[in-house]
């Protein structure tokens, strides 16, 4: 214990722990939230407390006390971390509070309050916590660990449900064997993944909030979809990846999903990609991905489907088509497409337009030396189902528009004389002649990997197939096997997506092929 200086003024006695007189010459008070006289001790002057806390300029007069915090903060039952004690002379010296019930030990340190102890016996002479406010503590000690507990509770309980619809998905998610003819045992062949997947732009889920309300909140953050994203891409290790909606920009930020996370994730897994950006002031496009141990990029392709003059065709959707070549069997390219068709369900004339002008670029790239086309593999999201117009052109090869009862009128004449469009879904050699009929047909013969119908993969309005791989009716080109797709009734029974089960709001699409030698 110090010796008392008979030099020092010190404050009242119950305002201040008890016997705890410190030197004028080795210590001074702080700046501090309920004590504001740095010099009360050292300089032996009086300053004002604190307004709201004690504003009596004379420590001794008993006027103006605060009812609600009435001891100094040494006395208060509630301690707050702060700077007590701030003098050079003390740095690294223990020093000790000292009560009936208690005693605490501090050090000074760098002249801060590193540890502060709650007084918790004493008697109200010194300001000592009461029966009653110890029983408030631990009342509400009591109610914090009971609302931990309930949360730890609900946490255990989400994570156990979230197992079991993981676990449910996986079962509806099974490998189907195609039964078809079998290959010829000599004949050399390359077996190729195909996996198509719109991954839903972040921006999107900014722009069109109340489209996902329903989902949790957790599963829309990029950081949490991205894991989701790279994990099925490793779990299912496809050979070639067409995605659509990949974001290369934002309007609210400076996210470039592409460039700063897909294209490395991608590139150290032994990719390549080509990309093509919407049009417009769209910030997200389509991307081919393809394995480079196993595929030699011949000739790439982009599409852009806008169009000023032509009212059908004013939007910003695009495609991407590579002619790739196989380092197994290089005399059998294999000419993989994707697209993301216009989404807007009134316009449905626009999408057979998009489709139209696809298969025309598609026939100039797909083409074999003596004749037909070369195995070709159409992926993405045609914001199409089953009886709709443009899966009509698309897998029946063709379609009669003019008067179509679920159609706006097609403007074929425009599509002939402004873009070389013709009814054949081929661009117009020369100068020929107006070559538009009323309708559209095409020599590909696709045919889709899912049936119509139960399947689904999306969404809209409803439960809906809008999410197809087509493939080429070619003597070189086998499907082999699908990954089966759940049913509207199965995805009832599981949360809305985006969520733990799925990172985006499509499901993803794989199968596979075999590609035969020539």
Request: net charge neutral; glycine share 6%; hydrophobic share 30%.
């Amino acid at each position: 214990m110090w010796p008392i200086d008979p030099g020092a003024i010190y404050p009242p006695y119950n305002y201040y722990p008890p016997r705890y007189p410190w030197p004028s010459e080795q210590s001074s008070w702080a700046h501090y939230q309920y004590w504001d006289s740095p010099g009360y001790w050292g300089g032996h002057t009086q300053q004002n407390y604190t307004t709201g806390y004690w504003n009596s300029p004379d420590p001794n007069q008993q006027a103006n006390r605060s009812n609600q915090h009435r001891f100094s903060p040494y006395q208060s039952s509630h301690l707050a971390t702060a700077r007590y004690r701030h003098s050079p002379d003390t740095q690294g010296v223990q020093y000790q509070y000292q009560d009936r019930g208690r005693r605490g030990r501090y050090r000074t340190g760098t002249g801060y309050r590193e540890r502060v102890e709650r007084a918790t016996a004493g008697t109200a002479q010194y300001g000592m916590v009461n029966t009653k406010e110890r029983g408030n503590e631990s009342k509400e000690e009591s109610n914090d660990e009971k609302r931990v507990s309930e949360v730890e509770e609900d946490a255990t309980v989400k994570n156990e449900k979230a197992k079991r619809d993981v676990a449910l998905f996986d079962q509806l998610r099974l490998w189907e064997q195609i039964v078809g003819p079998e290959t010829d045992p000599g004949q050399t062949s390359t077996r190729v993944r195909v996996l198509s997947y719109n991954i839903l732009a972040q921006e999107y889920i900014t722009e069109y909030p109340e489209l996902y309300v329903r989902c949790e909140e957790s599963a829309l953050n990029w950081g949490v979809r991205l894991k989701g994203i790279k994990r099925e891409v490793v779990m299912f290790m496809p050979d070639i990846v067409c995605m659509q909606e990949v974001q290369f920009s934002s309007d609210t930020d400076s996210s470039t999903h592409f460039q700063s996370d897909l294209e490395p994730f991608f590139t150290s897994h032994g990719y390549s990609h080509q990309f093509k950006l919407k049009t417009g002031s769209k910030v997200d496009g389509c991307v081919i991905f393809y394995k480079e141990d196993k595929f030699k990029l011949s000739k790439v392709k982009t599409v852009e489907f806008k169009s000023e003059t032509i009212s059908a065709l004013k939007c910003d959707t695009v495609a991407i088509i590579c002619k790739l070549i196989p380092v197994a069997t290089p005399t059998t390219p294999l000419v993989v497409a994707t697209t993301h068709l216009l989404y807007t369900v009134s316009r449905e004339h626009t999408r057979v337009c998009q489709a139209a002008l696809l298969l025309a670029e598609l026939d100039q790239i797909a083409q074999a030396p003596g004749g037909g086309y070369h195995p070709t593999i159409l992926m993405g999201d045609f914001n199409s189902c089953a009886g709709h117009p443009t899966l009509q052109l698309l897998l029946e090869g063709q379609l009669d528009y003019d008067g179509h009862a679920r159609l706006r009128p097609v403007p074929g004449h425009q599509l002939v004389q402004e873009l070389g469009l013709v009814y054949s879904c081929q661009f117009r050699q020369g100068d020929g002649a107006d070559q538009s009929s009323g309708s559209f047909h095409h020599q590909f013969g696709f045919v889709s990997v899912y049936p119509p119908v139960p399947g689904v993969t999306t969404f809209q309005h409803g439960w809906k197939l809008v999410d197809h791989i087509m493939y080429s009716t070619n003597a070189k080109l086998k499907l082999l096997t699908r990954l089966s797709l759940p049913t509207a009734r199965d995805m009832r029974l599981l949360p809305i997506i985006p969520s733990h089960i799925s990172p985006s709001d499509h499901l993803p699409l794989l199968a596979d092929f075999e590609v035969l030698k020539d």
